[in-house]
């Protein structure tokens, strides 16, 4: 059964809410703590790309750093990504989360019960059935593929 890295926040009601149901359904996965391991410009840049995302789309431009930085009037432009991504890099609190990345290559934005269903169905779980729960020890997420994969050119 193919499985998936949580980007988690261990404060998070919502991450802690996606890991609840991924193991409910038995959904085995790997916990990423990017507060304490933050993406490198290219794994943040790969994964936008698997969510058909923008930077902004994924920004929590209401964090005190995204306001400190002005982040809310930043331009939404293609030429004002690398800005976008590099300060989301330099303050990881700024990604949205809990962020779902799939084996099957997909990722999604893990925020809704809506959301976590849908990467059960991919993975092919079957939502409580109570199967064995997915890791949960933070530092046991592989390496994205963003690290070791060409970085798409936007």
């Given at each position: 059964m193919a499985?998936?890295?949580?980007?988690?926040?261990?404060s998070c009601s919502k991450c802690a809410a996606a890991r609840t149901a991924l193991d409910e359904a038995g959904v085995g996965y790997a916990v990423r703590p990017y507060l304490?391991?933050?993406?490198?410009a290219a794994e943040l840049?790969?994964?936008?790309?698997?969510?058909?995302?923008?930077?902004w789309d994924?920004?929590?431009t209401r964090e005190p750093a995204?306001?400190?930085?002005?982040?809310?009037?930043?331009p939404r432009d293609e030429a004002a990504e690398p800005r976008w991504i590099e300060a989301m890099?330099?303050?990881?609190?700024?990604?949205?989360?809990?962020?779902?990345?799939?084996?099957?290559?997909?990722?999604?934005?893990?925020?809704t019960a809506e959301a976590v269903a849908e990467a059960v169905?991919?993975?092919?779980?079957?939502?409580?059935?109570?199967?064995?729960?997915g890791p949960s020890t933070p530092g046991t997420g592989?390496?994205?593929?963003?690290?070791?994969?060409?970085?798409?050119?936007?």
């Amino acid at each position: 059964m193919a499985g998936m890295e949580i980007w988690n926040n261990p404060s998070c009601s919502k991450c802690a809410a996606a890991r609840t149901a991924l193991d409910e359904a038995g959904v085995g996965y790997a916990v990423r703590p990017y507060l304490d391991r933050p993406p490198s410009a290219a794994e943040l840049t790969e994964v936008l790309r698997r969510l058909d995302a923008r930077p902004w789309d994924v920004c929590r431009t209401r964090e005190p750093a995204a306001v400190a930085l002005g982040m809310a009037d930043w331009p939404r432009d293609e030429a004002a990504e690398p800005r976008w991504i590099e300060a989301m890099v330099a303050a990881p609190e700024l990604i949205q989360r809990p962020l779902l990345l799939l084996d099957d290559g997909g990722a999604l934005v893990g925020r809704t019960a809506e959301a976590v269903a849908e990467a059960v169905r991919r993975t092919g779980a079957t939502p409580g059935t109570g199967a064995e729960p997915g890791p949960s020890t933070p530092g046991t997420g592989a390496t994205p593929a963003s690290s070791e994969g060409p970085t798409p050119a936007g």
